[in-house]
Structures are given as C-alpha cells and as structure tokens.
C-alpha cells in the first residue's frame, strides 16, 4: 500500500500565493506520473497540473504562468507552488500518484480557499 500525505492548503488573498506538498510512502517500487487535481463545490474534480517521471508536465489552461509543478524523486515528493491565486481556484486540492497501468492512489485533499 502506498499513503499520500499532502500539506500546504490554507486560506489566501487574491493575488497571494501557496505551495501544497504531497508526500508518497509505503511499498512504492516506481512512482511514474504524480499530479494535483482539485474539486470545487458543485463541480466535477478537474486535473490542475502532472509531471511525469522525466519531468514532463502539463496544465490545465486556467493555471499555466500561475502554477508550477514539481518533484523530488529521492523524497517521493511532489509540490504545487501556486501564485497569483484567484478566487476561482478556490477548491478541495488532491494529489495523485501513478505507480503502474492500473494503479494509483490519492491523497485525502487540502482545502484552498482564495479570497476576494
């Protein structure tokens, strides 16, 4: 089994900024992608950014130039480093990890609030 442990959420000014952490342990033989969705009240959970072993990633449209995405391999760690929050980023952030073709595991979410 592998536990993810994520930090970092907390409430926020627009235009302030935050950095979530999520920390993998257990039985992890390889980690491939780790990435951040997020949930909003009323609306379907979203992916917000994901980084590949390699150290590829992506974004979702609304966070690109906002958001950076990144990873200690040796740690099992990946961050969320978040600036210029806006009001609409306010969500329930969730971290994912992929450890295989159908495996995963999620965090249990920390709440980002932004206020206006």
């Known amino acids: 089994q592998v536990q993810l442990v994520e930090s970092g959420g907390g409430l926020v000014q627009a235009g302030g900024s935050l950095r979530l952490s999520c920390a993998a342990s257990g039985s992890i033989f390889s980690i491939n992608a780790m990435g951040w969705y997020r949930q909003a009240p009323g609306k379907q959970r979203e992916l917000v950014a994901a980084?590949?072993?390699?150290?590829?990633?992506n974004y979702a449209d609304s966070v690109k130039g906002r958001f950076t995405i990144s990873r200690d391999n040796a740690k099992n760690t990946v961050y969320l480093q978040m600036n210029s929050l806006k009001p609409e980023d306010t969500a329930v952030y969730y971290c994912?990890?992929?450890?295989?073709?159908?495996?995963?595991?999620w965090g249990q979410g920390t709440q980002v609030t932004v206020s206006s």
């Open positions: 994912r990890v992929v450890t295989g073709p159908r495996s995963d595991y």
């Open positions: 980084i590949t072993s390699g150290g590829s990633t």
